[in-house]
């Protein structure tokens, strides 16, 4: 079973910068995608970006792009999210996630079948 820990959140002003990590126990057939996905409060789970482990291929939802970049690390099974220029809005409980491929819907979660627990990122004005 893969697992997946979260770390890096935490508290900054709009327009700062934070870098999650995501280490993923094993690279198997059920993580060779591995996605960020984010939740605040009353709201739905939203599909952020996300990246095939193998070749680098990367993915981001609209509202993040040219702010956001998610990178791997393979020797350390880690995958991170960078994220520039945050703002309240970005404000969420941020949780990485592994499947085992995805479709043109990448930002659907029912494609990944493994997830960690989050990391919290609070955004003030």
């Known amino acids: 079973q893969v697992q997946l820990v979260e770390s890096g959140g935490g508290s900054v002003q709009a327009g700062g910068s934070l870098r999650l990590s995501c280490v993923v126990s094993?690279?198997?057939?059920?993580?060779?995608?591995v996605g960020w996905f984010r939740q605040a409060p009353g709201k739905e789970r939203e599909g952020v970006a996300s990246i095939y482990t193998q070749n680098g291929r990367t993915y981001y939802a609209d509202s993040v792009k040219g702010r956001f970049t998610i990178s791997r690390d393979n020797v350390k099974r880690t995958v991170y999210l960078g994220m520039n220029s945050l703002q309240p809005e970005d404000t969420a409980m941020y949780y990485c996630?592994?499947?085992?491929?995805?479709?043109?819907?990448?930002?659907?979660?029912?494609?990944?079948?493994?997830w960690g627990q989050g990391t919290q990122v609070t955004v003030s004005s």
């Open positions: 996630a592994a499947a085992s491929y995805l479709s043109s819907n990448w930002y659907r979660s029912q494609l990944y079948n493994y």
């Open positions: 094993e690279y198997t057939s059920s993580s060779v995608f």
